[in-house]
Antibody, heavy 124, light 108 residues
Framework: QVQLVESGGGVVQPGRSLRLSCTAS????????FHWVRQGPGKGLEWVAV????????YCADSVKGRFTTSRDNSRNTLYLQMSSLRAEDTAVYYC?????????????????WGQGTLVTVSS | EIVLTQSPGTLSLSPGERATLSCRAS???????LGWYQQNPGQAPRLLIY???SRATGIPDRFSGSGSGTDFTLTISRLEPEDFAVYYC?????????FGGGTKVEIK
């Protein structure tokens, strides 16, 4: 069955960096685009970034542009979110989510499977 | 950016009752590219509806979606105990992707 497992969250000081990973199984990873979505404590959902199936197209939300970048390793079935210059407002649970196969090359899409999330806390 | 406004913020209903949730977009959502998600406390969201009205795999038929343009609705025909949760709409017709603020369906 489809599984997405995030890792790499933790407590980090403002201004520092952190890299999240999302390992996939149960399907052909290279056929799908992926998104990162975050949820601040007690808040709603915020789309963060997307990467196409082959990694050639990447887009980020304005709130993280220039600080966050997403990448993938199709040989390892793994997605990454590199976060730098972290701020207190980046504190959230970060989810990786799979896009629909028909939108594998697009920056758009809905999210048909989600990981369980990993908590990032930015605090001194 | 398309802003999605969900109403009501909280819906208090009893099991067996019908729930009607609204999602209004600030601009036209092209091709009905709108999804609905359910989220229970401490869990990841789950896709219910995509393309405004298509049920995702394994979703019971008591969940239905409708609408087009700027006005969309999620209907739960008869609430089961496991349906009391927070529901989000999401548009994917244009970038950046965006979510509504959520509607909490609580037990009356």
């Amino acid at each position: 069955q489809v599984q997405l497992v995030e890792s790499g969250g933790g407590v980090v000081q403002p201004g520092r960096s952190l890299r999240l990973s999302c390992t996939a199984s149960g399907f052909t990873f290279s056929n799908f685009g992926f998104h990162w979505v975050r949820q601040g404590p007690g808040k709603g959902l915020e789309w963060v970034a997307v990467i196409s199936n082959d990694g050639s197209n990447k887009y980020c939300a304005d709130s993280v542009k220039g600080r966050f970048t997403t990448s993938r390793d199709n040989s390892r079935n793994t997605l990454y979110l590199q976060m730098s210059s972290l701020r207190a407002e980046d504190t959230a649970v970060y989810y990786c989510a799979r896009g629909p196969v028909e939108m594998a090359t697009s920056q758009r899409g809905y999210f048909d499977y989600w990981g369980q999330g990993t908590l990032v806390t930015v605090s001194s | 950016e398309i802003v999605l406004t969900q109403s009501p913020g909280t819906l208090s209903l009893s099991p067996g009752e019908r729930a009607t949730l609204s999602c209004r977009a600030s601009q036209n959502v092209s091709s009905g590219n709108l999804g609905w998600y359910q989220q229970n406390p401490g869990q990841a969201p789950r896709l219910l509806i995509y393309g405004a009205s298509s049920r995702a795999t394994g979703i019971p038929d008591r969940f239905s979606g409708s609408g087009s343009g700027t006005d969309f609705t999620l209907t739960i025909s008869r609430l089961e105990p496991e349906d009391f949760a927070v529901y989000y709409c999401q548009q994917y017709g244009s970038s950046p992707l965006s979510f509504g603020g959520g509607t909490k369906v609580e037990i009356k």
